[in-house]
């Protein structure tokens, strides 16, 4: 049967004509071009010992993130999360089928259970286990993906922020330290949500292994808290501070830019599990 990719986000839709609008970025028809697969036929200009390798090589799947590695063994590492060669499962010819993006069968599964379903859990214990409706509750936020949404908002104010405060103590103006502490104080309340949802999806999508990009990512979060947390009570027991000058709060200046690095990071870690 033939497959369109989308030219936009690389969606493969499998069927006799493109869809009318990609399910993924909502792309128009015209969108699609014709999904052309790899060239069969290139093997066979491999040396023979190098095709034997080829043919024997099994596919491995990383249990926790996804990840899709191909040699006779799972690598050590995860290098996407970091999850250790014990997690990774080897994919049979089913799993490769019902893994395509574009196979009706990926489809239909992915609207029943929108969680990896080799992803076990390892000895944590979510505190919304056994209760059916908080249970019911994580799982919702994850299938309207609310850590994403959760997450984008504060990352877009943090800048914001952290350039008002520099504009204020650079032109010593009242208005702009007020938007620049408020900023900050928005965030630093919606850091628990952002934390809350994150921990939702790691188990539910991640099965709530440990590994080294997750707590990476759990030290930022605990990091851009606290040091959002310090620098809103900063400005509410000293709000003239921005009057001072830039080079009387250096120390002041120079947690807002660490606080911006760390938030940065954590977005980096987060798009190594998405983009991989």
Known sequence: MQKWQCTVCGYIHQGETAPDKCPVCGADQSLFVPYQEE???????LPEAQQAAA????RWRCSVCGYVHTGSEPPEKCPVCGADKSLFVALTDDDEATSDPGSETHQDKSEEKPFPPKAGRTGFKPPWEGNERLSAIAKLLTQLHGHPIAVHIPNGVLPVAVLFGLLAMTFRCESLAQAAGYNMLFVCLAMPIVIATGLVDWVNRFGGHMTAIFKNKLICAGVVTFLTL????????????????????????????????????????GGKLVFK
């Open 39 to 45: 060239d069969a036929g290139a093997a066979s200009t």
């Open 55 to 58: 043919g024997s090589a099994a």
């Open 230 to 269: 310090v620098l809103s009570i900063w400005w509410l027991a000293s709000p003239e501070l921005y009057q001072h000058g830039l080079f009387a709060n250096w120390f002041f200046i120079l947690l807002h830019l660490i606080d911006l690095g760390v938030a940065g990071l954590a977005g980096w870690y």
